[in-house]
Nanobody
Framework: QVQLVESGGGLVQPGGSLSLNCTAS????????MGWYRQPPGKQRELVAI???????SYPDSVKGRFTVSRDNAKNTIYLQMSGLKPEDTAIYYC??????????WGQGTQVTVSS
């Protein structure tokens, strides 16, 4: 079982930046991919960034160019650097991991609020 712990959420003004961390309880090199999802108020959870074991990254158009996901295998940690934040980025952000095809492991979530 893999446990994921997020940190770094908070309140930021529009146009600002924020970084999220996700640390796993086991070596992330054994996971096929890790990613970040978010769930805005009253909406469904959506994928915002994915990084594979080989370092491939992918983003939806809504965050492309503003969000960057990275990983540090030595620290069992992935990061989400967010810039140019908009009010519509307000959501609970979840770290996720998978060993195969399914996203089997989830963090508890961290709140990101973009507001003036």
């Amino acid at each position: 079982q893999v446990q994921l712990v997020e940190s770094g959420g908070g309140l930021v003004q529009p146009g600002g930046s924020l970084s999220l961390n996700c640390t796993a309880s086991t070596g992330i090199f054994s996971l096929s991919a890790m990613g970040w999802y978010r769930q805005p108020p009253g909406k469904q959870r959506e994928l915002v960034a994915i990084i594979t074991s080989g370092g491939y990254t992918s983003y939806p158009d809504s965050v492309k160019g503003r969000f960057t996901v990275s990983r540090d295998n030595a620290k069992n940690t992935i990061y989400l650097q967010m810039s140019g934040l908009k009010p519509e980025d307000t959501a609970i952000y979840y770290c996720a991991a998978r060993a195969g095809v399914e996203w089997n492991y989830w963090g508890q979530g961290t709140q990101v609020t973009v507001s003036s």
